[in-house]
C-alpha cells in the first residue's frame, strides 16, 4: 500500500492499493483510494482504471515534485483524480488539493513526502496482480 500522511495530521491519510494491471505500455490497471479522516475514521473508497501511461506520468509528476510543467496541476483523460497544489513559502509545504470525483480533499505535504509517496506508488504498481491471476 502506498501511504501519504498529511505533514501536520497523520492521521490524514491517503492510501492506494492496486488491484489488477496489465505490464504492456498500451494497457492499464485497476486501484483503489481511500482517505482516512483527521479522527483516524477511515472514508469512502474509490475504484479507479487508468492507462499505464496516465500512471507513469503521475509517478513522475510525484517523483520530481514538483515539476514546472505541471504549473501547479494534474489532469488526464481517465477517471478523474486531479491534483492541485501551491507552497506557502514560510512553512515550505505544499497545500494539495485532491479532486476525487465530486469530493475535495487538501494534505499538507512536503515536496520530500511526495517524492516518496510516488516512490510508494511505484513499487505497489510493480507487486500489482495481473487480472488473469485474480480470482
Not at 494497457?27 to 499505464?52: L, Y
Not at 505541471?70 to 477517471?79: E, I, L, N, Q
Amino acid at each position: 500500500m502506498a501511504l501519504l500522511k498529511d505533514h501536520f495530521n497523520p492521521e490524514h491519510q491517503l492510501q492506494v492499493v492496486f488491484t489488477s494491471r496489465h505490464p504492456e505500455s498500451d494497457r492499464g490497471c485497476t486501484f483503489s483510494v481511500t482517505v482516512s479522516s483527521d479522527n483516524g475514521i477511515t472514508g469512502n473508497t474509490t475504484k479507479f482504471g487508468w492507462t499505464n501511461h496516465i500512471l507513469n506520468q503521475f509517478i513522475t509528476m510525484l517523483e520530481q515534485f514538483p515539476m514546472e510543467r505541471y504549473d501547479g496541476y494534474f489532469s488526464h483523460y481517465d477517471d478523474p483524480f486531479e491534483w492541485l497544489w501551491y507552497l506557502n513559502k514560510e512553512t515550505k509545504v505544499y497545500s494539495v488539493l485532491i479532486l476525487i470525483h465530486s469530493c475535495k480533499v487538501v494534505f499538507k505535504a512536503t515536496a520530500e513526502q511526495l517524492h516518496r509517496f510516488g516512490a510508494e506508488v511505484k513499487e505497489e504498481m510493480k507487486h500489482a496482480p495481473k487480472p488473469e491471476t485474480i480470482r
